[in-house]
């Protein structure tokens, strides 16, 4: 079964709240995301000391995420303010800092992260509160000051919480939908993402996500086969680095699932680029979009199920009309040869090939190949197009052959046995299309009922009788071809019925019907 992965979401504020904090630098705040695959947010303004620094760190970011984005969107720079050094975001430390001359060091990251030390009542506080509003399907990040100057990456010391910056998530409307679809077609959904497991398990539940009830906190996880064991017993990961991600999807590939995988930003990259379809979102990084195979301009989960569906319409109908074309293929070149070998004429005029071409290949083919096909992908085309086409095509020249020197010891003329041969040909290219076309109802019985009497308004009409040199036979040699259409149809079909019991047809068969069972294979 194939497995797809979701990446970071994002969101919007409607929330705010203080962490506690230094006399008046103790605000109460919101900001916006707009962000992520499966959410999508609005922006509020905001106000206070600590707006302003969040608003001086989104403006002078050298890389800004998306969270930087909407933040400068939602709060514009102080004015006079001089920035004395910075730290730029990473997903893997899941931070940033600034450092503002007559004001300190400021840090905005991750709780868990930025409140790491517990020893201070207000941090223990700030990380109670943050947690409590990640339950709640929350997105929370921590803003803290201290005097220390910044160390590189080192998160500096001494941070004293400021303000809880909230920014709620709401599910995108097409998503829960979308994702149904991906279930009912036996698709697994893994949602991978930095934020903390419990907001990624809410916003995850009401998407509809299966397992969303048992989040996994990555900054545990083992690697290597511990790995692949929870990749394919959980569905739902907080705290993902971008290094994680990318192992994650070798996780699933090393146990044999096929792996799409969407995301929008820098931290996607490496997780796209391995994925077995990178799928990016049109508002999404450039990068993140040069590395996918596919892009969806509008940003629509609602796209998916189209694309999916056009991909297999697409595979599975190259292959129906290639077995029409290619067993007309194998009994013709076996006619050719024997004829050759013989040295008799052979069956049919080209006038005649014409008209069977057009009935059983060029009309059919053209509805075939534009009609829904909802099969999805089957290895192994070359060798079931092999064993339906190569037995199927050897019985049709041999039941062609068998008429055809039938018809001629009935004592048909030339001019008979070629029209009735005309008939057995048509009729086997229509046992073929039903072959192929199982179950033989509905739309595809109407185009088999709609060729065969296109071909008796051949007969009927005498412009089209006389154009492609048709002669109405005698009733006896009528009587005969109708027996032999009959024995035709059956020993066609039994070129089909030899096919599927080789050995390899009927693996491929049972694929098909795990693969339609939604089994993992």
């Known amino acids: 079964a194939d497995s797809g992965s979701s990446a970071d979401s994002g969101g919007s504020a409607d929330a705010g709240s203080s962490a506690g904090g230094e006399g008046d630098t103790d605000e109460e705040h919101d900001t916006g995301e707009e962000d992520g695959a499966a959410t999508e947010g609005n922006r509020a303004p905001s106000e206070g000391l600590a707006a302003q620094v969040l608003g001086l760190m989104a403006a002078t970011a050298s890389g800004r995420n998306s969270t930087l984005e909407a933040i400068a969107a939602a709060v514009p720079p102080p004015q006079g303010w001089v920035l004395e050094d910075s730290v730029p975001f990473s997903s893997a430390r899941k931070w940033s800092a600034v450092r503002i001359a007559g004001l300190g060091s400021w840090v905005l990251g991750a709780p868990e992260i930025v409140a790491s030390d517990g020893a201070r009542p207000e941090t223990e506080q700030a990380r109670t509160r943050a947690t409590r509003l990640a339950e709640q399907g929350l997105r929370v990040l921590l803003l803290s000051r201290t005097e220390a100057p910044l160390d590189g990456e080192r998160l500096p010391p ?17 998503a829960r939908q979308t994702l149904a679809y991906f279930r009912e077609q036996g698709v697994e959904i893994k949602v991978i993402s930095g934020d903390n497991p419990a907001t990624v398990a809410t916003i995850a539940a009401k998407a509809g996500v299966p397992g969303a009830d048992r989040p996994v906190d990555a900054r545990f996880l083992p690697e290597g086969e511990e790995l692949a064991d929870i990749m394919e017993a959980c569905s739902v990961f907080g705290r993902v680095d971008p290094e994680q991600k990318r192992l994650m999807v070798e996780a699933l590939q090393s146990r044999g699932h096929i792996v799409a995988m969407t995301g929008d930003g820098v931290n996607d990259v490496l997780a796209l680029k391995k994925a077995d379809m990178g799928i990016a ?64 004429s052979y069956p049919i005029l080209p006038r005649h090939l014409t008209l069977i071409d057009s009935l059983v290949i060029g009309i059919p083919g053209f509805f075939l190949a534009l009609a829904p096909n909802p099969r999805r992908y089957i290895p192994g085309f070359v060798y079931r ?40 040909f048509a009729l086997v290219g229509l046992r073929v299309i039903a072959a192929i076309e199982r179950p033989v109802r509905g739309w595809r019985l109407g185009l088999i009922l709609a060729m065969a009497g296109l071909l008796a308004l051949a007969f009927a009409i005498p412009f089209t009788r006389q154009f492609f040199a048709l002669d109405l036979p005698s009733w006896p040699v009528m009587g005969a071809t109708a027996g032999l259409c009959v024995f035709t149809w059956f020993f066609v079909g039994l070129g089909w019925r030899i096919g599927r019991r080789l050995p390899f047809w009927r693996e491929a068969a049972a694929r098909a019907e795990a693969v339609e069972g939604g089994q993992t294979v």
């Open 281 to 344: 979102m049109g508002t999404g990084t450039a990068a993140a979009q040069a590395v996918s195979q596919l892009v969806l301009v509008d940003s629509r989960f609602a796209t998916l199920p189209g694309v999916v569906a056009e991909g297999r319409r697409v595979t599975a109908n190259i292959e129906r009309v290639s077995k029409m074309f290619t067993t007309k293929s194998v009994w013709a070149a076996a006619l050719a040869i024997v004829v050759a070998a013989l040295g008799i």
């Open 385 to 424: 197009m092999a064993r339906f086409v190569i037995p199927t095509g050897i019985l049709a020249a041999i039941a062609i052959l068998a008429s055809f020197a039938l018809l001629d010891w009935l004592g048909a003329s030339l001019a008979e046995v070629r029209t009735m041969e005309t008939i057995i």
């Open 158 to 174: 001494s941070l004293k919480p400021v303000s809880l910056v909230i920014l709620s998530e709401r599910v995108r409307p097409d």
